[in-house]
């Protein structure tokens, strides 16, 4: 049963794609487009918020730009590269500097009024509230 599905199929063909696939993701991986031009999220949630960390080492607090619009918040900002020597040679970089931007689309409930920030380490920390119906809420059972 399972021969007629492949009858007439040259799996010279499969081996080909599956080779092909394979240098692309390790070009991605170890290549160039390593280099990526967005910061790296982490969305997390508790009962009455979402807690949203971005990595933005290397941007300084003024380069960056936060807004929300449409439960989607939008990150711009910029990493700039130190100044080094004019002895320096680049022997390997896999940083990215430049501008960046990054949107992460945010659940319903979350709270756009109702953010707060913060900057240390590297790490940009967004806590969005959740909306008030939206938050969980404990009832209490009685049992007689």
């Not at 989607?72 to 700039?80: A, D, L, M, S, V």
């Not at 100044?83 to 940083?95: F, I, T, V």
Request: charged share 35%; glycine share 6%; aromatic share 10%.
């Amino acid at each position: 049963m399972l021969e007629d599905y492949f009858q007439g199929l040259n799996f010279n063909d499969f081996y080909k794609l599956r080779d092909g696939v394979n240098r692309l993701v390790s070009d991605i991986m170890s290549g160039q487009y390593a280099k990526m031009n967005y910061p790296l999220v982490e969305l997390l949630e508790e009962d009455d918020r979402y807690i949203l960390n971005v990595e933005v080492s290397g941007a300084k607090k003024e380069d960056l730009k936060v807004t929300y619009h449409e439960n989607e918040i939008n990150i711009k900002g910029k990493r700039q590269k130190a100044e080094l020597s004019q002895n320096a040679k680049s022997l390997r970089n896999e940083l990215f500097y430049g501008d960046f931007s990054r949107d992460i689309k945010m659940p319903a409930e979350a709270d756009g009024d109702n953010i707060n920030a913060e900057y240390k380490d590297g790490i940009l920390h967004l806590e969005i509230l959740k909306k008030e119906e939206a938050k969980t809420q404990q009832i209490n059972i009685d049992v007689k």
